[in-house]
């Protein structure tokens, strides 16, 4: 079976919260790639992230990360870092 493609996130989970912190990506590696990232900016915006739990899901949404902002500039594409992220493993 083939994995579906698009609508990838990084998430934070704190108990029964859930917050989709970078995203969407269109694969489930891109998403891969981009959680210690993700964990290293929380860290550094809450220090209550480090309890966290971080990790990746797929979402139907037409919501963004909301902390892809933080992450890319303002002419940078998040695709482009998560692909870039890729290819430099």
């Not at 998430?11 to 917050?19: I, K, L, N, T, Y």
């Not at 990360?65 to 290819?87: D, P, Y």
Request: include cysteine.
């Amino acid at each position: 079976m083939e994995p579906e493609s698009g609508g990838y996130f990084v998430d934070a989970v704190d108990g029964r919260r859930v917050s989709l912190l970078l995203g969407p990506f269109a694969t489930h590696a891109e998403a891969l790639v981009m959680v210690d990232p993700a964990r290293t900016l929380a860290c550094e915006l809450d220090p209550w992230a480090h309890f966290y739990s971080f990790g990746t899901c797929r979402v139907v949404t037409s919501k963004t990360g909301i902390l892809n902002h933080k992450l890319v500039g303002e002419t940078e594409n998040l695709q482009k870092v998560a692909e870039n992220a890729i290819t430099d493993l």
